[in-house]
């Protein structure tokens, strides 16, 4: 009984065979083993010890230095254009949106560095890649309302969009196209000796379990089970030794080899780990991006490339034997270099002479015993004999006039001249002839700046593709800007209302009743001006809305995007500052030019006024710096259109259906406005008598208020004159109190000084007492001495 045919196993049996014949290519093998020595010899990584010391000239990286400024310094521009650039509104917005929208998003995809590592493997090994992917990031609805609810916002719960089994679909937060840069060795084709005849192309990636889990098996527990069956197969070979290293250590660097195949002829994707037998990643019929030529990338940078096959030749090998006999000058020169010095012998019986040149000192004597003896053997030029180095010399010299002629050899080889470089041989050439060698250098980089500029320009259009097909139309209205264009259109939709005029009143109406009735009308009048306003705002926004709605499915189809946009890009040099100045003086110049010369054939020839705008505005088209102000100008043609036809005479009469529906609608508007106007005036002579009415009560109430203030302040007088009683009493108590404490206290302060006289006069009389006994003492102790 025959097996079952397992069609996975199948597939990927079919796929590993096609990869492995790709990869084992002679040509294919041989090309990847030049890359890898140029981009050693570009890294100057010299891997024999005897070429350590010996000294090269990099001539490799000099001319990839230069090469690649020259052809690729800066991001492109995207220009995207009507391609018939005539007059179509919905075509012109289409182009405004996609190429604010491409601006946009080549700031965030990672263009520019893509491109520049695609551009150098493209000068070193002769081919570069990007790979162009679809982005889109979700937010859960769920975290949604939440935010929303934080933020004061409600939704409900019916607006959710949910899933088969019930749960919430996530919502759509951000898109973008990323731009990756592809190694040489990560990118494959099929057999095929020009592009257009490739079969398929393929991407290397590097995956660890989590990686794929997410990527193929939407995650989780089951999605890790099932990536546990791939095997990782590949290690960094800059983790060291490995033998030296425990496999729980080595599984943190392990990753999955897995292959992206594209495969035109049954428009379907692969997904395959070669490592894994019979297991199918992914497989994924007609992809989402439905591309029109298939490939999510554009044809490589290839170098010189013949018609047999598509594996290039690198640059590097068309001049790899000048280069190689640049390095053997340098290193001979390096030689000769080291060998061209003062070497020499001397005379051992006059040690002295040895410091002379081994000192290194200048103006010095050094002194000679025996200096008779030493004189008679010659002197010095007898003593010491030095190595011819004259000879060396004149080598040394014709080694440097033979480098410089290799030099010169190899340049006219690739064609990079001392003007491309910005050096000069001096002032022997002329201006002219700087300029001439100047111009045909530029001839042979020409080719090489429109191969980036094609490369750049074909992955633009893939990106365009992917905005114009996979992009929101919200994400599209923000991202291009144009709500300010909307806004615009509105605020010059609301100033072109007229504004209202004033009512005309019966001259027989009372002053009073005019006022009145003047005031009401004007806020009628205000009212239906706001009124009008609004209406032509929401008429410009349903207009602006509706263009954008065909700008939408011009970019949606394939057909109206190719028939009716075209896109470009602008140089990937560096920026011509004065070419862009020059552009816009000639812009503004040729357009007054144009305008006065329109105007004054205009007034003698009014029926020419057509022809002549649209040859103004096809000239006009021609400049990509007036692009902004093209709708104005065209506007502005209009409105000149108009009021010259108004000054010329009446339209064309109409006709006798147009004359009676005209009656008919002037009856209908002459009823209406009576009847508008009788109501108008009801309503005013009601509201003059509500209005007399409260000015009658207005005055009886001012009155009341008037009798109530007067009432207030007579209250108010009373009550100062009662504080003023009030005050006096208190101020008297005040004073009666003060005069009775200073009684008091001068009463006390009288009775103090009478006790201290008293009783200083008391110590007086006994001292005087006292005074008195002692002279009586004195006399009585006399009187005996006396008498003695």
Request: charged share 30%; proline share 5%.
């Amino acid at each position: 009984m025959a097996e079952a045919v397992n069609p996975q196993a199948q597939t990927w049996q079919r796929w590993k065979a096609a990869l492995d014949f790709a990869l084992k290519d002679k040509k294919y093998t041989e090309w990847l083993q030049k890359c890898e020595k140029i981009n050693k010899r570009y890294r100057d990584e010299r891997e024999a010890p005897s070429e350590i010391s010996r000294r090269r000239m990099n001539i490799l990286w000099s001319n990839v230095q230069t090469l690649l400024p020259a052809v690729y310094a800066k991001a492109p521009k995207p220009i995207v254009e009507r391609r018939f650039l005539d007059r179509d509104e919905a075509a012109r917005l289409a182009s405004t949106v996609l190429e604010r929208t491409l601006s946009m998003q080549l700031e965030v995809s990672g263009f520019h560095d893509s491109t520049k590592r695609s551009a150098l493997d493209w000068l070193l090994g002769g081919m570069g890649q990007v790979w162009v992917r679809y982005e889109p990031q979700f937010e859960p609805q769920i975290e949604a309302v939440e935010n929303q609810q934080i933020a004061g916002q409600e939704k409900a719960e019916q607006d959710f969009q949910e899933n088969g089994d019930g749960s919430p679909y996530d919502k759509l937060a951000y898109e973008k196209v990323c731009i990756d840069y592809v190694f040489y060795r990560d990118f494959l084709w099929g057999s095929a000796r020009y592009w257009y005849e490739v079969p398929w192309v393929a991407r290397r990636s590097w995956l660890t379990r989590s990686e794929i889990a997410e990527k193929f098996y939407g995650g989780g527990d089951e999605g890790m089970a099932k990536a546990q069956q791939i095997t990782l197969d590949y290690t960094p070979d800059d983790t060291g030794d490995k033998t030296k290293l425990s496999d729980e250590i080595t599984s943190f660097f392990k990753k999955a080899e897995i292959w992206e195949i594209w495969n035109k002829a049954d428009q379907t994707v692969y997904f395959i780990a070669p490592g894994t037998p019979n297991i199918i990643l992914k497989e994924e019929k007609n992809p989402v991006l439905q591309l029109q030529d298939f490939w999510p990338c554009p044809r490589p940078l290839y170098a010189t490339q013949t018609n047999d096959t598509l594996v290039p030749v690198p640059d590097y090998i068309e001049y790899q034997d000048q280069a190689a006999e640049l390095d053997d000058l340098t290193g001979r020169i390096s030689a000769l270099t080291t060998a061209l010095r003062a070497n020499g012998v001397y005379d051992s019986s006059i040690p002295q002479l040895a410091r002379l040149l081994q000192d290194g000192q200048d103006n010095k004597l050094v002194p000679v015993d025996q200096w008779a003896a030493f004189a008679e053997k010659g002197g010095i030029p007898g003593a010491i004999s030095l190595i011819p180095i004259k000879e060396i010399a004149e080598v040394l010299l014709g080694l440097y006039q033979a480098r410089a002629q290799v030099k010169s050899d190899l340049f006219e080889v690739t064609g990079m001249s001392d003007i491309v470089r910005g050096q000069s041989d001096g002032g022997a050439k002329t201006a002219t002839e700087q300029r001439i060698k100047g111009q045909f250098a530029s001839m042979r980089l020409e080719d090489r700046r429109s191969e980036v500029a094609r490369f750049c320009r074909d992955t633009i259009a893939i990106m365009a593709e992917i905005i114009s097909e996979m992009f929101s139309d919200e994400s599209l209205m923000q991202m291009s800007g144009v709500s300010q264009i909307f806004e615009e259109d509105v605020r010059r939709a609301v100033e072109e209302v007229p504004p209202p005029q004033e009512p005309e009143l019966p001259p027989d109406m009372p002053p009073e009743q005019q006022q009145m009735v003047m005031q009401q009308a004007q806020q009628q009048a205000a009212q239906e001006f706001q009124q009008a306003q609004q209406q032509a705002a929401e008429q410009a926004q349903q207009k602006a809305m509706g263009n954008f709605q065909r700008a939408i499915e011009i970019l949606r189809s394939d057909k109206l995007r190719g028939f009716r946009v075209d896109i470009e890009t602008d140089s990937t040099i560096a920026a011509d500052l004065e070419a862009d100045k020059q552009g816009a003086v000639e812009l503004v110049r040729s357009t007054f030019e144009g305008l006065m010369g329109a105007g004054q054939i205009v007034m003698q020839a009014p029926e020419l006024l057509e022809p002549m705008g649209q040859l103004l505005m096809f000239a006009y088209r021609r400049f990509r710096v007036g692009r902004t102000v093209e709708a104005s100008l065209e506007d502005a043609l209009d409105q000149m259109g108009k009021r010259l036809q108004q000054q010329q005479g009446q339209p064309p009469p109409p006709s006798p259906e147009e004359i009676k529906a005209k009656a008919e609608m002037e009856k209908q508007q002459a009823e209406s406005q009576r009847d508008e106007q009788k109501h108008q005036f009801d309503m005013q002579a009601k509201a003059a008598d509500m209005e007399m009415d409260r000015e009658r009560n207005a005055m009886e109430l001012e009155k009341m208020r008037a009798e109530l203030e007067i009432d207030r302040e007579r209250l108010e007088m009373e009550r100062e004159k009662l504080a003023i009683q009030r005050d006096g009493m208190l101020l008297k108590a005040q004073i009666d109190a003060q005069s009775a404490s200073m009684r008091a206290e001068a009463s006390e302060r009288e009775h103090m000084l009478n006790r201290e006289s008293a009783e200083h006069g008391h110590d007086l009389n006994m001292q005087t007492m006292e005074a008195k006994a002692q002279a009586a003492q004195q006399q009585a102790r006399a009187k005996p001495k006396e008498k003695a």
